[in-house]
């Protein structure tokens, strides 16, 4: 796949070959980040990436749509299908523009949205202050219970009665417990409010049944296409029908231009591989590999934000080891194991060097790690967070990381071919 690029660009082909063996040497612990199947990057890297198709299917501005319109689709059906909804865009580059897209099609700027603020969790696009999402809005952000980590829904409730926002968000981008979507449908319809969840953490987690859906109990679904479920790095939007016109209308041409046919092409082929029953294993393994690695993590003193995990995703507290996460996150990746510091609840430190670390397990299990490997993985963590100044111990580490990654190779083709 990359003689072209040796042949043409030595240097970029140089630095592509040096991260593809980073990759294949380091513990990807970044819940964000996973593996895609040899069959979505090629697709990725198709003939598809030269064709324009501004518009959506029957109704494009350029002529030449008669294979893109039956690709995207495609990708809407199986969407559709996989998902259990009413209505898909497939357009969206990325979950940011997906929401903000969302948001523009039910609500007038200068609305009041609500959703989880960033520090305990929520997306920058959850009406955080320095994205657009809180200037072009008015933003009301909810926070967790501070005894608990965890979604205080009364308080949500009290604070929605409160200011009665046009649209209330569910979803998060670092809460690691299960999202209770019912709640936030009563909470939205007491209002008059729109539901809008942004499930992009755990789409893939949704697909395989291991997590509620919230398709039933939201107007409007936004969600990347790559993390857990292990598509190219894109967006996508699932609505009732009812909201589709305009979903469609805020996305182009409200938010883009062309849509980027090879991304949605790969996303048809990941959504093929995600309605496989070996995803549903893959999905109950990632949660299994989550618990353990929480639990042990524990086990070693550790403080975790809500005291476990539900999902795919573990937030350690470090201060009750008096440590704070970007020393840690750096002594860990010079060890191969690369997670990503974060803010936690309650957290005085400031965003590049807050208190906590999070981790996830959606690409160490498509590696095929499972609850053994998450032990050595802890143990791991736990000694190199005694040691963060001592350069052997962590060389040492590091060796027997990749010695791991050498039982558990980078995946080729995980999912047998339809």
Partial sequence: ??????????????????????????????????????????????????????????????????????????????????????????????GSPANLATYCALAEPGA???????????????????????????????????????????????????????????GSSAYPRAIDFTKFQEIAESVGAYHVCDMAHIAGLVAGKAHMSPIPYADVVTTTTHKTLRGPRGGMILCKEKHLAAINKAVFPGFQGGPHMHTISALAVALGEASAPEFEAYAAQVVANAKRLADKLMGYGFDLVSGGTDNHLILIDLRNKGLVGKPLAKAMDTAHLVCNYNSVPGDTAGPFNPSGLRLGTPAVTTRGMKEDQMDLIAGWINTISEHLEDEAVISKIGTEVEELCGQFPLPDSFIPPQ
């Fill in 112 to 170: 009041t949205i609500m959703g989880l603020a960033l520090p305990h969790g929520g997306h920058l696009t959850h009406g955080w202050k320095v994205s657009y999402t809180g200037k072009f809005f008015n933003s009301v952000q909810y926070e967790l219970d501070p005894e608990t980590g965890r979604l205080d829904y009364d308080a949500i409730a009290k604070l929605a009665k409160e200011h009665k926002p046009k649209i209330l968000i569910s």
């Fill in 1 to 94: 796949m990359l003689s072209a690029i040796k042949q043409n660009d030595r240097v970029v082909f140089d630095l592509i070959k040096a991260e593809q063996v980073r990759q294949g040497i380091s513990i990807r612990m970044i819940p964000s980040e996973n593996y895609v199947s040899r069959a979505v990057m090629q697709a990725t890297g198709s003939c598809l990436t030269n064709k324009y198709a501004e518009g959506y299917p029957g109704k494009r501005y350029y002529e030449g749509q008669q294979i893109t319109d039956q690709i995207e689709n495609l990708a809407c059906d199986r969407a559709k299908e996989l998902f259990g909804a009413e209505a898909a865009n497939v357009q969206t580059h990325s």
